[in-house]
């Protein structure tokens, strides 16, 4: 089954059947979600590496598909991620309220996915934009929050409508829908205009500032097991988006001189580097774990946002590096907070403590995740951020090095939080009778554990499909990788080298660690004190406001962009009640006065 | 490539050895001006050695393993470290950005270990080393940067060779508010006053170290000579010049390490946010101005 | 059979349901089933009446247009009514009223005979809001109305006065002879206005609140679906044929429309109450339907004025009978609707999904299409304004799903009888199955109004 | 000079129904609006040589008829006015049983 029509089809009826098998048993329906959404991974990753996928319709004669390099290796991240987390699925879905719909929207979503990725028609790519939209719009109210679905709803809308009126532009212009050519049709002024509306689009898929209100809120009031999904794989279509605009349309406009760069590119890898620095500041002010890790997918959005302008191979390869690090490592960190709070009830970081004691292999999920999000080596990340520091110090650009680097550093600030507070510290009593994660959730964790030191180690498969990518797409140079190694301009970085270093290392200090006297073990509660006895380990366990004195500093300026969205949505209320106190009168004089106005102005303005 | 790793090995145990004997040395010197005799130039080694014998506790397996992967870090970063322009155990591989980030997975493992002990005052440690962290590597970053952008390379050896050939200064000499910026990260990456805000011994009672003893402690004052031997080499390779053979570089050294220890000594110490907002506002700017100077205008003496 | 039956018939049996009051209900439900299949064996063309050869007499016009319209309106009313034959029997003779009117408005090929069967339906539509018990709004509704109409009627007779002729085809034919379009502006601004206060266009339609807004499961679906259908296609077919909108008045009418979508949506936007929110989002739709027409896009302006038909029968039925149930229509007290009523919310979300224009739902086939042809005809402004003022919209349909799906505190009981849940699931799955097999749509195209090819060719 | 009078009636009836609040008071000048326009249509077809359109056996040449058609549709035009008005009323009585008045100012808190 390598045609795509029969993917998607297949993913509908399969959306429909786990209907009523949920609607059976929630545990026989998600292990059909889970078997569905394998068989369509394997299908892709089977037949679409070597692009030997079947593109005919038969049964779907209005639709038109076509394979790229780029398509699929979004579409392959975003299908691993479903994978993964359909594994979560049957012990999270009984406490949902419309469990039954649930693996219905869920394979739904996917099916758009898959469609969005291969076709190469506008307005078949608009209609599976707006599928993922309202699939994935009725997921998120099954958690926490009705209003995240409306705020995601809402941005998400805005940035399709944005892209349909682009859309149109480019059909205006060109005369056609076919998304190659229509990207190679347009020029001067239309270009700029497609181009701002593509990434206005893209900002608000990929929730960066100024479009980023929705990113918290959704992430983090998501079913558990959606926000993976989110943060993995739904952000990443606005990096789509965005590497049409940056990269396909890529407008004429002023170049700046210095860093010899368009300033369309330069302004978007501003937003972007505006949208690293308020991520991480937000990030590092968050209390509940799974907002925290919203607003680092933010900053990392804020970098692929960055490698996208830098325009060149290294940056390029590096953004989409990034996605697939990123997406491994956000869902990692989302699946492992996702565990702890189906055994706990809860993500916020003051609620919990010394997670680690009892789900282990959770913890070391998320460690593995976080170094990987942070980019420290041996993991994925670290590659990435790499490649696009090669490209801002080759561009020599300064202010967005700046955000640059303090996002990097940032990282470190809030990936440390969940760790600190969630799973080290003292270990709460009223999480004594939790247990680890089931062996089916772990499965996932584990593979997830495995490629994030993959992507970290040997990078050589991986940079090779992106160099196909670059050749498709662009006229940029070829990044040049052996197994191991990586090359850019400032020279080469050899992560299997990294990796083994780091595990002779750490050798060496487990030598000396054990050739050391064995350790006295002490209860977690005996601690240096200053000799009072502390009672309740609540106490002891300091996460609440961690960086306090360094969240002081910029605690007013934090609400500044939900303030202007609350303003904005309360002054379209307030011309709203404007509009009905003028044309909605109880008063029928009113109405005359409309009536009259009209028929002088028309007479008026056709007399004169 | 068993040589390369041995050669590395051995880098990392000068590096321990020098900077030991070093600190001991600066001990003595700090304690005859405050007029004091100071200790033996090897207490340091004495003190770790006898640490490293006792028997200590443990709070549990990450209090440990994480002790273990902060060594192991910062063991491997050091592994890369080049001593002169031609010792150094990995050839090419010596990029600027694996010391920067390395380094991290030490801190990260110390971090880890801090917080698993569950005193809180390890916790407020960590937080505020972490903060000092975000103060200091932005601006130091930036001037990295510069260098980078300047010298066309990211390669520690190639950064000390593009110094040391004719024509072009060390790039302390090159470029002076970058060199600036450079000795005050330093002290703020060496914790040393008025940057000592993590450590903070009478007020948070030594911060991310409270918890420890035994061999575990032993290990992290090991750690903590490896780190600054690396951060030390690090300023010696980016902005004096490197060295050509091993004597020039223990000059070098020496002089750095006693330079900056100096200047810690007559200062206080500032609070957490007092560290945040210093850094961000002289050096960030001063490192920008260098940066623009020399890479859009191109003045570099 | 001849298409003057399907006034005649309704009319004669209203007169005839007088004395039967009982069973004037049925009575209705037999003539809608005629004329349901009398529209399939009416043949098309003009139907001259009395023997006057036109342009004198009367005459009705029968094309594939005035077909569609006459469907919808009949099987619509015959739903409408056979849904509330318990909840209100007594409205048999009215409904018949009704069918004659809308069928004779949809039919009329003469002026002054469409101000008559205005009027007429007009008079219906009173009687049939007088069943929100609120008096004084259906009070207000015939005012405005009767000064609507008198502004259509004064309209007319200018252009009588000018032409000399009332029927519409010899109407077009002498416009197209005189060929100044400036003194037309004031009868056509006249007839507009006229229309547009029954179509609910934005600055005319100040009754809309509170009849809408006071509705109930017969009243609302009756106004924002036949009511609002049957004047789409009139205003339609004035606006492709007659109107025909020219420099500055094209630009003013597509302003008033453009503007009647962004702030309608906004109004809702701002709404708190679910009765509210439904009557300006069918306002903002009546505005696009216009704003097709004008554009020319009549094919898919057709298709809208359907599916928006069937989607808020839906919505206004399923809103309305939980407002009886519960005694308010605020959304806040709405809360938690679906979870005792799956099938219908599904229905509902379908049906505002498809509103939205949604994907897999008709309604976005539709919206794309005609968006396609606005782009062609490089109307890019208004796209761009139809998009904005669809964010506004889709925020909040989404707000008043998720809050009608999603209880809070205590659950409140609604019962929807079996008959209702068909009928809907049966629009639900119809709204569902265009919008994934949109081929027999593309069959229609817009020579689906055949007025000017009467006019070219006698 | 006819149809200046019934363009005033015309606008004296919306002006009335502009000012009022009485339900009747309304009813009464959409009366007067109608008639203004019923006059209008009347004018449109009168003229002063004319004479009743009725076909006669003198021959018909030379003479000049009033249109008649307007005079039919008047005629239309008052019994649905008629109508109109009717039901008005009939709301206006309900509006009465209702709230025990005729203003619709009285009521406006009730809506």
């Known amino acids: 089954m390598a045609n795509i029509e029969y993917l998607l089809l297949f993913l509908v009826g399969s959306a429909v059947i786990s209907y009523f098998l949920t609607r059976l048993n929630s545990f026989i329906g998600s292990i059909f979600t889970i078997f569905a959404t394998m068989f369509v991974f394997v299908s892709l990753a089977a037949y679409g590496f070597n692009m030997n996928l079947d593109t005919t319709v038969s049964l779907l004669p209005w639709f038109s598909f076509s394979q790229t390099y780029l398509g699929f290796f979004f579409v392959i991240i975003i299908a691993f991620i479903y994978l993964m987390v359909s594994f979560f699925h049957p012990y999270f879905l009984d406490k949902y309220p419309y469990k039954n719909s649930y693996n219905l929207l869920f394979l739904l979503s996917l099916a758009g996915i898959i469609g969005a990725f291969y076709t190469d028609h506008f307005l078949q790519l608009f209609f599976f934009f707006e599928m993922i939209i309202w699939t994935t719009m009725f997921l998120i109210p099954q958690g926490k929050s009705r209003e995240a679905a409306v705020s995601y709803f809402g941005f998400s809308l805005t940035g399709s409508v944005a892209l349909l009126i682009g859309i149109f532009v480019i059909y205006q212009n060109v005369g056609r829908f076919d998304i190659q050519a229509g990207l190679a049709g347009i020029s001067g002024t239309t270009s700029v205009f497609v181009f701002v509306l593509f990434m206005i689009a ?36 606005g990096a789509f988006i965005g590497i049409l605009a940056l990269i396909k349309i890529n407008p004429i406009g002023p170049v700046i001189g210095a860093i010899d760069l368009a300033l369309g590119q330069y302004i978007i890898a501003f937003i972007g580097s505006l949208s690293i620095v308020f991520g991480t500041l937000m990030a590092i002010k968050e209390d509940d774990a799974k907002k925290l890790l919203a607003y680092s997918s933010m900053s990392h959005g804020g970098y692929i ?22 997406a491994l490592a956000s869902a990692g960190a989302f699946m492992a907070i996702a565990a702890v709070a189906r055994a706990t009830g809860t993500t916020k970081m003051k609620e919990l403590g010394g997670m680690i004691h009892k789900m282990p292999i959770t913890y070391l999920a998320y460690l593995i995740a976080i170094i990987s999000m942070a980019g420290i080596p041996p993991m994925g990340g670290f590659i990435s951020k790499w490649l696009i520091f090669q490209a801002v110090i080759d561009r020599g650009m300064i202010l967005i090095a700046v955000a640059v680097f303090f996002g990097s550093v940032g990282s470190f600030l809030y990936v440390f939080r969940p760790l600190a507070a969630l799973f080290l510290g003292q270990e709460f009593r009223e999480y004594k009778h939790v247990k680890e994660a089931p062996l089916l959730m772990l499965i996932p964790t584990f ?162 | 490539m068993i040589v390369n790793i041995l050669v590395g090995i051995g880098i990392a145990l000068f590096g321990f050895a020098l900077q030991t004997s070093i600190g001991g040395i600066n001990r003595k010197i700090v304690g005859r001006l405050q007029k004091r005799h100071g200790p033996r130039w090897y207490q340091e080694f004495i003190d770790i050695f006898k640490l490293l014998s006792k028997r200590g506790i443990s709070h549990g397996w990450i209090y440990d393993f994480g002790v273990i992967m902060a060594l192991g870090g910062i063991i491997a970063t050091a592994m890369f470290m080049p001593l002169t322009v031609d010792i150094v155990a990995f050839k090419q591989f010596d990029n600027f950005f694996i010391f920067v980030y390395l380094l991290a997975v030490g801190m990260l493992g110390m971090a880890m270990s801090a917080s698993g002990s569950g005193n809180p005052w390890a916790s407020i440690g960590v937080m505020r080393a972490l903060t000092t962290m975000l103060a200091y590597e932005v601006p130091f970053l930036i001037v990295a940067l510069t260098i980078i952008n300047v010298s066309d390379s990211s390669s520690l050896t190639a950064i000390q060779a593009f110094q040391q050939t004719a024509g072009n200064n060390w790039f302390i000499i090159a470029l002076p508010l970058g060199g600036l910026v450079g000795v005050l990260s330093l002290m703020g990456m060496l914790g040393k006053k008025p940057f000592e805000t993590y450590i903070a011994p009478a007020e948070i009672a030594s911060g991310p170290m409270v918890e420890y003893g035994g061999k575990q402690l032993g290990m992290l004052f090991i750690l ?59 050096p960030l700017l001063l490192a920008i101005i260098q940066a623009f100077i020399a890479i859009y205008l191109g003045w570099v003496i | ?163 000399g002729t009332l029927n519409m085809v010899d109407m077009i034919k002498e416009i197209a002879l005189n060929n100044n379009y400036q003194e037309l502006v004031l009868p056509f601004t006249l007839m507009f206005i006229g229309l547009g206060v029954e179509a609910k266009l934005l600055p005319f339609n100040s009754w809309v609140k509170g009849i809408l807004g006071h509705s109930n499961t017969f009243s609302g679906p009756m106004i924002a679906s036949v009511y609002a259908s049957a004047m789409g296609f009139v205003l339609g077919r004035f606006i492709t044929n007659l109107f025909n909108f020219e420099g500055m008045l094209l630009t003013v009418v597509l302003v008033i429309l453009v503007a009647g979508i962004v702030l309608s949506d906004i109004m809702a936007f701002a709404s708190k109450k679910s009765r509210e929110i439904l009557l300006f989002s069918s306002v903002a739709q009546a505005s696009m339907i216009a704003l097709l027409f004008v554009n020319g896009i009549i094919i898919w302006a057709v298709y809208l004025i359907i599916a928006n038909a069937l989607s808020k029968t839906v919505m206004f039925m399923i809103i309305n009978k939980a407002q009886k149930d519960v005694g308010s229509d605020e959304v806040k007290s709405l809360q938690g609707l679906f979870a005792n009523n799956l099938v219908i919310g599904i229905i509902f979300t379908i049906a505002t999904l498809s509103v939205m224009g949604l994907p897999l739902l008709v309604g976005f086939t539709i919206k794309l299409n005609f968006l396609t042809e606005l782009a062609d005809a490089g109307q890019i402004w208004t796209i761009a304004f139809i998009l904005i003022a669809s964010v506004v919209e889709g925020i909040y349909f989404v707000k008043l799903l998720l809050k009608l799906w999603y209880p809070e505190g205590n659950l409140i009981k609604v019962n929807y009888h079996l008959s209702f849940k068909l009928v809907f699931a049966i629009i639900a799955l119809a709204l569902l199955t265009f919008g994934v097999y949109q081929a027999p749509l593309d069959k229609l195209d817009n020579t689906v109004d055949t007025v000017m090819e009467v006019v070219n060719n006698g | 000079m006819i149809q200046y009078a019934a363009i005033l009636l015309f606008v004296l009836g919306l002006y009335g129904i502009f000012i009022s609040t009485n339900t009747i008071k309304m009813l009464v000048s959409l009366n007067i609006l109608e008639i203004g326009l019923n006059i209008f249509i009347i004018s449109i077809g009168f003229n002063y040589q004319g004479i009743a359109p009725i076909l006669s056996s003198v021959s018909d040449t030379g003479l000049i008829y009033v249109d008649p058609l307007p005079q039919a549709l008047v005629l239309t035009a008052i019994v649905i006015g008629v109508g109109t008005t009717a039901l008005g009323l009939a709301f206006a009585k309900s509006i009465y049983q209702k709230y025990q008045s005729f203003d619709l100012n009285d009521m406006e808190e009730s809506l």
């Open chain 2, 224 to 282: 903590h000579e490896i780190s600054v031997f690396i951060e030390v080499s690090l300023f010696v390779h980016l902005f004096l010049g490197g060295a050509s053979n091993i004597f020039i570089f223990l000059i070098k050294y020496f002089t750095v390490y006693t330079v900056v220890n100096l200047i810690s000594n007559v200062n206080g110490r500032f609070k957490i946010d007092q560290v945040v907002k210093f850094f961000y506002k002289w």
């Open chain 1, 305 to 326: 946002l960055v490698a996208f302008s830098a325009l060149n191979g290294f940056a390029f390869a590096g953004g989409l590096y990034h996605i697939l690090a990123h």
């Open chain 1, 202 to 237: 893209a900002l608000a898929k990929l929730g960066t500032f100024p479009l980023h209100i929705w990113l918290p809120l959704a992430h983090g009031n998501a079913p558990h097991p959606f926000s993976p999904v989110l943060s993995g794989a739904l952000v990443k279509l």
């Open chain 1, 447 to 608: 593979i997830i554990m495995g490629l994030n030191i993959y992507t970290g180690v040997i990078p050589k498969q991986i940079i090779d499909f992106i160099n196909n990518i670059i050749g498709e797409n662009t006229a940029f140079a070829p990044v040049v990788a052996t197994t191991f190694t990586v090359t850019a301009t400032y020279g080469t970085l050899n992560a299997g080298l990294i990796a083994l270093i780091f595990g002779v290392g750490v050798a060496i200090a487990f030598i000396i660690f054990i050739l050391m006297k064995k350790s006295r073990k002490v209860e977690l509660m005996d601690t240096y004190t200053a000799a009072n006895f502390v009672h309740d380990e609540h106490l002891l366990h300091y996460s609440v406001d961690f960086y306090a004195p360094l969240e002081r500093m910029y605690e007013k300026q934090s609400h500044w962009m939900k303030k202007f969205y609350d303003a904005l949505a309360h002054k379209v209320k307030e011309v709203g009640k404007l509009a009905k106190y003028l044309f909605m009168s109880n008063n029928i004089g009113v109405t005359l006065i409309w009536i009259l106005v009209i028929i002088v102005l028309l007479i008026g303005v056709v007399a004169l």
């Open chain 3, 1 to 163: 059979m001849s298409a003057v039956l399907l006034i005649a018939i309704p009319l004669l049996a209203a007169f005839i349901s007088i004395l039967f009051k009982k069973y004037s209900i049925y009575l209705l439900f037999a003539v809608t089933i005629f004329n349901i299949a009398n529209v399939f064996l009416a043949t098309e063309g003009i139907i001259i009446i009395g023997g006057f050869s036109p342009p004198l007499g009367i005459s009705l016009l029968v094309d594939t247009y005035s077909k569609i319209a006459l469907l919808l309106v009949n099987a619509l009313v015959l739903v409408i009514a056979a849904l509330n034959v318990k909840a209100y029997p007594k409205y048999g003779t009215i409904l018949l009223l009704v069918v004659a009117g809308l069928n004779g408005l949809v039919l009329t090929n003469d002026l002054f005979n469409f101000f008559v069967f205005l009027e007429i339906s007009g008079i219906a539509a009173y009687l049939i809001t007088a069943s929100n018990k609120k008096p004084i709004t259906t009070f207000r509704y015939l005012v405005i109305g009767a000064i609507g109409s008198s502004l259509f009627l004064l309209g007319l007779i200018i252009l009588y006065s000018m032409f």
